[in-house]
């Protein structure tokens, strides 16, 4: 397992991931960065956690739209070998940590 850096909305966090999942861990930081980002920068919600809670649901949402042959299940991970539940794992036992998303 390897460690990396990532920053969310100026925030850094540090990630496990697998052998060779750094670049996509990145990847998929970056464009949580880029979601949650975008919607601080609408100005119309303020608060951390509901940034954080409509960004994950823009995404999933992207996600959905996929066609299905194109769209693995949660239990697949993605096309780049990511599986999707750990990493939600990852991120909840990281701003669990956090103690607070605001």
Known sequence: ????EVTIMGQGYRLVCPEGGEAPLQAAAAAVDREMS?????????????????????????QAERPAAAAP????????????????????????????LL
């Open 38 to 62: 975008a919607i601080r920068d609408a100005g119309k919600v303020k608060a951390r956690e509901r940034i954080a809670v409509l960004a994950a649901l823009n995404l999933a949402f992207a």
């Open 1 to 4: 397992m390897n460690a990396i």
């Open 73 to 100: 299940s949660a239990s697949e991970g993605l096309a780049d070998g990511i599986d999707i539940e750990a990493l939600i794992k990852r991120v909840d036992q990281t701003l669990g940590a956090d103690g607070q």
